[in-house]
């Protein structure tokens, strides 16, 4: 059902951005929404104007007085840097990059010896891989807030979650999924199914993206029908992966529900196509609903199967063999096509889809889907209470806790701002029932969005930020590679408001807000978490054993324990660094040059890197992060002899 076109037009502002659409963009997606694209175009906007001008008061927001505190934490994925942005909100400053796939040289990610270790190795000790290309992150739970413990992050090239703790932002811990290619959405549970006493995240779900052959060998390769995805469920703690569930289909995005009942995924290319023109030739796809409940019975019953090499449980998701609701593991409802985004409304009641191919949001009311799954709703697709047009290219939801849905609308150009309520008045038959609220011209081609809250039961309204694939005309030029475009806008009223426009290196994806009181980080250290750590300057030296040196060094600002140490050509060198200084901020770098070695301490931080030292001679090796007056003076000798 849609709402009457002229309501549709007179809603739209600035429809003229469509004339920085791209032709690749108009090629793939026009395929299912060519026949909504029937609104008059309107004269293009003047190049770099916005739909609403900020309001001042409001614009004023986003800048900061000198020592003034952002009010809200932001954690953006870092997309091919394979990192993960910290940013402050409103202001949208980036404060800090957590380094978790791929090396990093500011802090000697990938280089120290506790950070190979986190990162995983090859036989020889060189790192497993070097590259990613991060999509999602989501951060744990309790009381349907979040909890400050953790967050996590995928890497959807090489299939690896990462968790990062909060207290120090620093990744501990990174998990390589068995039997998935290209995994995608990630995100935590809230509660557990069955013990209303846990209700804290302990499980982490992962959507995988590509169907691949199972096991991948090298058989069946030219069979599309033996291709299947995984939808994976992490242990929160151990990291150690729980179960898999074999399911038709691509995964998208996850979403779970705050009674820890239901996680979803939003599934596309259910014709298992190989080639995209063969993943858009049906009109609906599907949400697929998991009863973790019923998941984790099987498996503790031995109701499983392995595949290839890998130990862990695989359960049977297939639709084919998902059809009684009394033993079903999964439901998979309809939805239309290639949907892209599913996300969980504040007040636990519905999931939301968003069509992509098609102009429609989907409501679906997460009681009714447990109903069929007791027997008590004959009908799957009857858990459907809203399908309404909202624009073009509908991708990514948030939510603002007053009932209302923000939608980024890819080929529109655009974020809709819809109630929830109406939509569902509007689809049971009130025609009256207006569910557009707003249009916001963003800049341009939105994809991923996000609002303050949003994806809590404290959802403020207060924010809400958008990150835009093109930013064409939004900033100087810099060569051919354009920066992305991350938009804050004002949602406490009426209508948004366009605040800032911040330019961000590609390819940035996910993101979550939150309140900065939700977070405690500690500014120093606990020395005794180092097992390395050497806690008194006086335990500095070095140590032989055969060919195989240990250097024990501490650093408090402006000096090394050690003026200089030797070892010999040919040595296995393991340096082991520890920050003696207790005040926050107070960090020390170390750097050999010739070696490849260059790291950080932070204040009771302990570090350690192994080299050989192929190379005689002197080496000054120094502090690279700035401490004191005498910081240029801060230095060691490491003399290698012939």
């Given at each position: 059902?849609?709402?009457?076109?002229?309501?549709?037009?007179?809603?739209?502002?600035?429809?003229?951005?469509?004339?920085?659409?791209?032709?690749?963009a108009l090629t793939g997606l026009t395929l299912g929404v060519a026949a909504c694209n029937d609104k008059p175009e309107t004269a293009p906007a003047a190049s770099g104007t916005s739909a609403a001008a900020p309001a001042a008061h409001a614009s004023s927001a986003t800048h900061l007085k000198p020592g003034?505190?952002?009010?809200?934490?932001?954690?953006?994925?870092?997309?091919?840097?394979?990192?993960?942005?910290?940013?402050?909100l409103p202001s949208g400053r980036e404060i800090?990059?957590?380094?978790?796939?791929?090396?990093?040289?500011?802090?000697?990610?990938?280089?120290?010896?506790?950070?190979k270790a986190v990162m995983g190795t090859k036989p020889d000790g060189s790192l497993r891989y070097t590259v990613a290309d991060t999509h999602h992150t989501h951060a744990s739970y309790k009381d349907g807030n979040y909890d400050g413990r953790y967050a996590w992050i995928n890497d959807k090239i090489n299939s690896r979650i990462a968790r990062v703790r909060l207290d120090y932002f620093v990744c501990d811990k990174i998990t390589e999924l068995p039997n998935v290619q290209g995994f995608h959405g990630i995100f935590p549970d809230k509660a557990d199914p069955v013990d209303p006493a846990i209700n804290y995240t302990t499980r982490v779900f992962c959507g995988a993206e590509f169907a691949i052959p199972l096991p991948n060998n090298g058989g069946d390769i030219n069979n599309p029908e033996k291709?299947?995805?995984?939808?994976?469920?992490?242990?929160?703690?151990?990291?150690?992966?729980?179960?898999?569930?074999?399911?038709?289909?691509?995964?998208?995005l996850t979403a779970t529900s705050y009674d820890g009942k239901l996680a979803a995924t939003n599934q596309y290319n259910i014709e298992n196509g190989v080639h995209y023109e063969d993943m858009m030739s049906s009109e609906r796809d599907a949400c697929l609903f998991f009863n973790i409940a019923r998941i984790e019975e099987a498996v503790k019953a031995g109701k499983f199967t392995t595949v290839?090499?890998?130990?862990?449980?695989?359960?049977?998701?297939?639709?084919?063999?998902?059809?009684?609701?009394?033993?079903?593991?999964?439901?998979?409802?309809?939805?239309?096509?290639?949907?892209?985004?599913?996300?969980?409304?504040?007040?636990?009641?519905?999931?939301?889809?968003?069509?992509?191919l098609s102009p429609t949001a989907t409501v679906i009311e997460l009681s009714k889907v447990l109903d069929w799954f007791d027997g008590k709703l004959a009908e799957l697709d009857?858990?459907?209470?809203?399908?309404?047009?909202?624009?073009l290219g509908p991708l990514h939801t948030a939510f603002d806790g007053r009932g209302n849905a923000y939608t980024t609308l890819f080929l529109d150009s655009q974020v809709v701002k819809w109630n929830v309520d109406a939509a569902i008045k509007f689809h049971a038959g009130d025609k009256s029932a207006k569910?557009?609220?707003?249009?916001?011209?963003?800049?341009?081609?939105?994809?991923?969005?996000?609002?303050?809250?949003s994806e809590t039961r404290m959802a403020d309204g207060k924010y809400l930020a958008v990150g835009c694939k093109f930013s064409k005309d939004r900033f100087l030029p810099v060569g051919p590679l354009h920066p992305e475009n991350e938009q804050i806008i004002d949602i406490s009223g009426d209508k948004m408001v366009l605040l800032a426009d911040h330019p961000?290196?590609?390819?940035?994806?996910?993101?979550?807000?939150?309140?900065?009181?939700?977070?405690?980080?500690?500014?120093?250290?606990?020395?005794?978490?180092?097992?390395?750590?050497?806690?008194?300057?006086?335990?500095?030296?070095?140590?032989?054993?055969?060919?195989?040196?240990?250097?024990?060094?501490t650093s408090q600002a402006p000096a090394f324990s050690l003026r200089e140490f030797t070892v010999k050509k040919g040595d296995e060198v393991t340096l082991i660094l520890t920050n003696l200084d207790k005040i926050e901020d107070l960090t020390h770098g170390f750097a050999i040059p010739k070696y490849n070695v260059n790291f950080i301490v932070n204040p009771l931080e302990t570090k350690s890197v192994t080299f050989i030292a192929d190379q005689p001679g002197v080496f000054w090796c120094y502090c690279t992060h700035f401490c004191h007056a005498l910081h240029l003076e801060m230095r060691t000798r490491m003399i290698v002899e012939a």
């Open positions: 059902m849609s709402q009457k076109k002229d309501d549709m037009s007179t809603e739209a502002v600035g429809l003229g951005r469509r004339r920085f659409l791209n032709t690749a003034e505190l952002d009010t809200y934490y932001g954690i953006w994925s870092g997309g091919h840097t394979g990192d993960m942005r910290i940013l402050g800090h990059r957590i380094p978790c796939f791929v090396p990093d040289a500011l802090v000697g990610w990938g280089l120290t010896n506790e950070s291709y299947r995805s995984m939808f994976t469920c992490v242990d929160a703690e151990s990291m150690e992966v729980r179960w898999q569930v074999l399911i038709d289909g691509n995964c998208d290839g090499t890998s130990k862990v449980p695989v359960v049977d998701g297939t639709r084919e063999n998902n059809k009684d609701p009394k033993t079903a593991l999964v439901a998979y409802v309809s939805v239309p096509k290639n949907p892209h985004g599913v996300n969980a409304s504040p007040d636990a009641k519905y999931f939301i889809c968003a069509g992509k009857k858990a459907i209470v809203a399908e309404v047009e909202i624009g569910y557009v609220v707003d249009r916001l011209d963003v800049h341009y081609q939105p994809g991923h969005i996000n609002a303050s809250q961000v290196r590609g390819e940035p994806h996910d993101f979550i807000i939150f309140k900065r009181d939700l977070l405690k980080p500690k500014q120093v250290y606990d020395i005794n978490d180092f097992p390395l750590a050497i806690k008194d300057s006086k335990e500095s030296g070095v140590t032989r054993n055969g060919k195989k040196v240990m250097v024990k060094i």
